[in-house]
């Protein structure tokens, strides 16, 4: 909603469907395995075109799939992540109220005893910087990708629930061969802005989902790109503006 209100509208009404669906489709399948071996087989049994039909590698995974094994194993060496992942509770969904509205998360991993919770991110590379208007910069992929406020509603949704604390951590598997990981604790430092961010523009994107105000095209998402009509000239200094 806060790259483009119109593209993430049309998608919610299912006018219009994200080209790129097989890097989704990749981190589905990495996040089935972590979730239960059920939900893995599950995923392939319901996703055939994640087999190659074709040549050499018929009846084998498809070369992205191929990746997103090799970043469940390169997890799966790696000790600490086991370690943590093994005392989990997986896919545990966590509901709430925040700025008067009603929210769901699901977190990946959460142990309520010891008082962490855990979100699995599939990245192309872990140290891939990004521009970002919100932070006006140049950002890692959690900014980037606004990984923060989703761990600040989780943390809060969760110390809702419990009536403490929660320590979140981030753990990161990349798409290189072979694949980058990274565990990522986020402090309150980088947490606690997200609360006003949040605040800030929950009201308006509520009426956006009602349909009380026109959703604004950001004009250079796939969606935009699909659908623009110029009418007019800009001028050079308007090219990079938000
Ligand atoms: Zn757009």
Redesign the pocket.
């Known amino acids: 909603m806060m790259?483009?209100?119109?593209?993430e509208l049309a998608l919610l009404k299912g006018d219009y469907e994200q080209s790129n669906k097989e890097a989704l489709l990749v981190g589905n399948f990495v996040h089935s395995f972590f979730e239960s071996e059920e939900a893995h087989q599950k995923f392939i049994d319901e996703h055939p075109e994640i087999i190659s039909t074709r040549g050499a590698s018929k009846g084998h995974l498809k070369a992205n799939f191929k990746v997103g094994e090799q970043m469940i194993d390169r997890l799966c060496d790696e000790q600490l992540f086991t370690n943590m992942d093994n005392t989990c509770e997986h896919e545990v969904i966590v509901t709430g109220k925040l700025f008067g509205y009603d929210w769901k998360g699901k977190i990946d991993a959460l142990n309520v005893e010891q008082g962490f919770f855990m979100d699995y991110k599939t990245v192309d590379d872990i140290r891939k910087r990004s521009w970002s208007d919100k932070y006006r910069g140049m950002v890692d992929f959690v900014r980037a990708r606004d990984y923060l406020p989703q761990m600040w509603v989780y943390s809060q949704l969760l110390e809702q629930k419990y009536g403490r604390p929660f320590k979140c951590f981030i753990w990161a598997v990349s798409k290189q061969t072979p694949s980058d990981v990274q565990l990522i604790n986020p402090s309150s430092v980088w947490l606690e802005p997200e609360e006003f961010w949040i605040k800030e523009h929950i009201d308006h994107i509520e009426q956006v989902m009602n349909g009380e105000v026109a959703p604004t095209?950001?004009?250079?998402?796939?969606?935009?790109?699909k659908h623009k009509t110029i009418t007019s000239a800009i001028d050079v200094g308007e090219i990079l503006a938000e």
Do not use: L, P
């Open positions: 790259s483009c209100e119109t593209a095209a950001c004009g250079h998402c796939e969606y935009c790109r």
